[in-house]
């Protein structure tokens, strides 16, 4: 592949209290009265929030517990947390992004020039806009089970793309939105075959490590400070994986996301990627700094619109949401599926999102017609 270094530039991201254009003592306040009870309540066991405006971040703040099982841990700020579905865009779909913009890979490609076994017309945007028609999820459980009794497939990541590939869609594309991480999974697949490259060392070379984000990745090897997700009894685990059931009784540095952790053994598409608020921060402040062009023909990395920007969500807790007008991002990271996935957080998303960016129109279910005319400019 070309290398092209036009999309990068040197990030310094720094905690600046003298940029706000609030109070940070009464913004603290305010997160602390908006958190607590949602901590109180068992919703989450704790939070960063971080706020970037300009180039810097303007307010960082931990709340809570990152951990309260099997024992109280605090959180800190430089907590890093498993990102969830967050990881779509800050990897797959950030390289994707890296790609388009140098000729490696076009927006209208359509998937079976990559992989001529996927039965679809449907282009990369398509994966990116969730508008292919693939289904949502999988089940997990049953689909190991096929791969166990499967004797064609030595990897259970073939399998899964394989059987990707194979599944038929009712119509031709461009499809309703239907957010499905096989989308992301067989982006993956693409990106992997463009570039001879596992997708982890391909996020590092296209992302990570020119944004000097040290403390992001997947299937991190130094487990301290990580913000635990759930308890392992509750979720499905391969026999061969059970060397990852040691003395802790919650999920520690293993990807949440049963798709990433049992079938992608940590290194998925849609899910995997471990980080911190400042590493966070420092992608935000990257995309908020690319030009239009760059941005629609990369399709927003996968970010969703909003009514006033864009964002993304993962299932553990976390959320990031750019406003380009304003050059402002909010950063929410919890572990709410820590221990027993029983926290809901879409009000206390919203609320955190309205301390730093006040809104009228919140808008988080995605239609259809959003979708449709989420466009890229041709070349």
């Keep these: 592949m070309k290398t092209n270094k036009i999309l990068y530039f040197s990030l310094f991201v720094f905690v600046s209290n003298c940029l ?53 841990l605090p959180m800190r700020v430089n907590t890093r947390f498993d990102m969830a579905s967050c990881s779509k865009v800050m990897a797959t779909g950030s390289v994707t992004l890296q ?47 096929l791969f166990s009794a499967s004797h064609q497939f030595t990897k259970r990541q073939d399998y899964l793309i394989d059987t990707i590939c194979r599944t038929r869609r009712p119509y031709e594309t461009p ?5 499905s991480c096989l989308n992301y999974i067989t982006l993956q697949a693409v990106l992997e075959t463009i570039s001879h490259q596992p997708l982890n060392q391909l996020a590092k070379q296209e992302v990570f490590k020119p944004l000097k984000m040290k403390h992001t990745g997947y299937k991190p090897k130094n487990k301290h400070n990580i913000a ?29 996301d049963p798709l990433a952790r049992v079938m ?22 990257w995309m908020l700094n690319l030009d239009s062009t760059t941005l629609q023909n990369g399709l927003y990395a996968g970010l969703r619109p909003e009514r006033d920007g864009r964002s993304h969500t993962g299932y553990t807790g976390t959320l990031v ?19 027993d996935d029983k926290g809901k957080l879409n009000e206390l998303r919203r609320a955190v999102y309205k301390v730093f960016i006040p809104t009228t129109i919140i808008q988080n279910n995605l239609g259809s017609e959003i979708a449709k005319n989420d466009g890229f400019l041709e070349k």
């Excluded at 000729?103 to 969730?130: C, E, M, Q, W």
């Excluded at 050059?327 to 820590?338: C, F, G, Y």
């Design 264 to 285: 992608m053994q940590g290194v998925s598409g849609n899910a995997g990627v471990f980080s911190n608020a400042e590493d966070v921060a420092k992608w935000c402040v």
């Design 321 to 339: 949401r750019l406003n380009w007008e304003r050059k402002q991002a909010v950063i929410l990271l919890t572990n709410r599926v820590h221990p």
């Design 20 to 72: 706000c254009a609030f109070n940070p003592s009464s913004t603290h306040d305010t997160l602390h009265s908006l958190l607590t009870p949602a901590i109180e309540k068992g919703l989450i066991p704790g939070a960063v929030v971080c706020f970037v405006s300009g180039d810097s971040i303007a307010y960082l703040g931990a709340f809570g517990n990152r951990a309260i099982v099997p024992k109280p």
């Design 175 to 179: 499809q309703p939105y239907l957010y």
């Design 228 to 256: 635990p997700t759930e308890r392992k009894r509750n979720t499905h685990i391969p026999s061969e994986q059970t060397h990852l059931c040691d003395s802790s009784d919650c999920w520690l540095g293993v990807v949440h």
């Design 99 to 145: 790609l388009i913009a140098r000729g490696d890979l076009k927006p209208t490609d359509t998937v079976k020039k990559y992989l001529p076994k996927f039965k679809s017309n449907a282009t990369i945007a398509d994966l990116v806009r969730h508008t292919s028609g693939l289904p949502g999820y999988f089940n997990v459980a049953r689909l190991d089970s």
